[in-house]
């Protein structure tokens, strides 16, 4: 938040046109600080995790939700690895499974959407 706060300022500045004193940040400044900050984030979290940089690269152009079949597919694992894997990038707060319990195989996960755009990634169907 404090990384979104601070660039969503530094545009802000960036701006020619002037409003009323009462607004400090328009929604503009922050939509347009949100991929800086997702790249950042995205930074980060492989210096803090390095065991996930590559299948976090893997997700390069990919869209979310992924289901487990894709990420299989992108991360070349099957099975127990695979379940190992996705369960590293839930704790991390990459992924977030939106499959409810009754739901058939494949379980589904999305991307945490601070995460997207540093890593290159689209959203389909509505947020």
């Known amino acids: 938040m404090v ?19 009462e607004i400090v940040l328009r929604p503009k400044s922050l939509i347009d600080a949100f991929p800086t900050v997702s790249e950042q984030r995205v930074d980060e979290v492989r210096n803090e995790y390095p065991e996930l940089e590559e299948p976090l690269n893997r997700l390069q152009g990919e869209r979310s939700p992924i289901d487990e079949t894709r990420l299989s597919d ?6 127990g690895e695979l379940s190992l894997r996705v369960k590293e990038m839930v704790e991390a707060g990459i ?18 959407e601070l995460y997207l755009y540093g890593l290159g990634m689209v959203r389909k169907g509505q947020r």
């Open 3 to 21: 990384l979104l706060l601070e660039e969503a300022v530094r545009n802000e500045k960036r701006f020619s046109t002037e409003y009323s004193s």
């Open 95 to 112: 992924l977030k499974e939106r499959s409810r319990p009754k739901d058939p195989p494949p379980r589904i996960y999305s991307i945490a």
């Open 74 to 79: 992108i991360w070349d694992v099957q099975d």
